[in-house]
């Protein structure tokens, strides 16, 4: 990814890049999706369109996909009708301050489940779902 033009890389380009371990979510809309991580986690967004986008967050990505864009691979037919979506799945959004992140969640269209606390593992941390029910953790390191 780095050195890469996020607006303007082809997609052959950029799937050859991908290394590690990748996010990919399936959404309703695409643009409520994003807008909702650049707003209450400060993610940047890039190449929006109706069927794709892709956030980044501290030199990682998570690429969003509409659900028609998966419409023949076998996940499309286990997606829920109605929310919440990902149970099970709790994605860490380290670096970034979960109360200023919870203040601006519900605002957002988000569901603080988990209000900011600090936790024995070193880290204050909270858990906000995304209108479709993603589960979101923004997470700063306690003092040492």
Do not use: C
Request: charged share 20%; net charge negative; aromatic share 6%.
């Amino acid at each position: 990814m780095a050195g890469m033009d996020l607006e303007t890389v082809t997609p052959e380009t950029f799937g050859r890049s991908l290394r590690g371990v990748g996010v990919n979510l399936l959404t309703r809309d695409v643009a409520a999706l994003a807008r909702f991580l650049e707003t209450v986690f400060g993610l940047s967004v890039h190449r929006l369109s109706a069927d794709f986008a892709i956030a980044t967050h501290d030199g990682m990505l998570i690429q969003i996909h509409a659900d028609a864009t998966y419409a023949g691979h076998p996940l499309h037919d286990l997606l829920p009708e109605t929310p919440p979506r990902g149970a099970g799945v709790q994605l860490y959004l380290f670096g970034i301050d979960p109360d200023a992140a919870t203040d601006r969640a519900g605002a957002a269209g988000g569901v603080v489940i988990e209000p900011a606390r600090d936790k024995p593992h070193g880290l204050r941390e909270a858990t906000i779902l995304a209108p479709e029910g993603q589960a979101f953790s923004p997470a700063i390191a306690l003092p040492g």
